[in-house]
């Protein structure tokens, strides 16, 4: 894409610490903590859904490379990864990318991640589903998809 910054901004190329042919991990310019890292598919495109088998794999690829090199190399002891998909779950450069970021004692950011309340509200304010309602909801979704 024409204003796309990762396919564009120069100083990206710079910050690469690896890729293949179809996908590159480079360095974010907000860092969470040491080392967190992108990885986004070479090809422009939105949304994971978007994304090519091959360039899953090849994005996959990159994944396993640097939870390994992050745990040799630099202490990891766990990771969180993410990606954001769509304007309203707070994608802010239309380009698919996974957050890699590797976690250890001491560093910085939440150590207790509950989405529901990280992303939603909380607890006090989320009761708990009934049985009956999740059936309900189940059999919905289940029925939609073929």
């Known amino acids: 894409m024409e204003n796309c910054v990762f396919c564009n901004l120069p100083e990206i190329r710079d910050r690469i610490v690896a890729e293949n042919d179809l996908a590159k991990a480079f360095l974010t310019n907000i860092p969470i903590v040491f080392g967190h890292t992108l990885i986004a ?5 939105r949304s994971y859904e978007e994304l ?3 360039e899953k794999e090849a ?8 939870v390994k090199n ?11 990864f993410a990606w954001n998909d769509g304007k309203m779950a707070g ?3 239309a380009h698919f990318h996974l957050h890699v ?4 004692t001491g560093d910085a950011g939440i150590y207790t ?3 529901r309340e990280f992303l939603y509200r909380p ?12 059936e309900k909801t189940a059999k919905e979704i289940k029925s939609k998809i073929s």
């Open 59 to 66: 994005i996959e690829s990159l994944r396993a490379l640097l």
């Open 91 to 93: 994608q802010s450069v």
């Open 101 to 104: 970021i590797p976690r250890k």
């Open 113 to 115: 991640y509950e989405p």
């Open 70 to 80: 992050f745990m040799e190399n630099f202490g990891a002891e766990g990771f969180n």
């Open 123 to 134: 607890k006090e304010e989320r009761p708990v589903s009934l049985e009956q309602e999740l």
């Open 52 to 54: 090519t088998g091959q």
């Open 41 to 45: 598919s070479k090809r422009c495109v």
